[in-house]
């Protein structure tokens, strides 16, 4: 008979030679290798863990996308993190301590994870000073519930190639610049501006004091190449499910419409979004048909 169920005892489990290796390397006996995290789930650079590695990341000024803390725990070195991080606008978001454990990368989150942008964000303004200095009209996108980074790294490169001054995304309801954004734009996150507000409405505010106009990608309106997309615009790409929310939509000064003559009804945010750029280049560049 099994030693162990003679005693009484459930057997522990036998852990792999690859996954003890692995266990050493995390916790930092040994430098983890690009094999052994291929075996893994994909390591995420931008993630921090641990107190002291989340407030250093606070005091440096890096762009930090969202903070992950533990439900309750609220005290001591967390509730300065947390004030800290609250003061710089980050969003927070409160998560059970199982959750925080299926995240954690390092398996000593200490009750909170930080997700830090794999680009710095700039202000509005540096977008407009971009198109002032190269004696262009503004050329500005705002992305409005794009929370796919495949979709969001795709509209990037589309826009760099298009000479887009600039892209302006929401705090919530957005991805942020992450790993995978950076990836799928294939180097365009290195040169195109992107700027993170907290809210779109008053940005378009803003915007349309400085003289541009606001288009809105929309179902309903006049087609986009009977649309004028020429000189200072803002054009203004929804999510696939629910396109731009309504109180954007309404802020916005016209709509521009992308006919559909097959069977599916709406295109790919990041089609769409190449759609408009490349017919408001055209007409920037070569006027509008009349």
Known sequence: MDKNRANGRRPMPQRSAANQNYARKLAGKEEITDTDRRGKKEWNEN??????AILEILRSGRDVEKLYVQKGNVEGTIKRIVAMAAEKGIVIQEVSRQKLDEMSQTKNHQGMIALVSAHDYVEVEDILRIAREKDEDPFVLLLDGITDPHNLGAILRTAECAGVHGVIIPKRRSVGLNATVGKTSAGAL?????ARV???VQTMEYLKKEGLWIACADMKGLDYYDTDLGGPLALVIGSEGDGVSRLVRENCDFTASIPMY??????NASVAAGLLMYEAVRQRRFGKNE
């Open 190 to 194: 290195e040169y195109m501006p992107v």
């Open 47 to 52: 993630q921090m863990e641990g107190r002291n």
């Open 198 to 200: 907290t809210n779109l």
């Open 262 to 267: 097959g069977k599916i009804s709406s295109l």
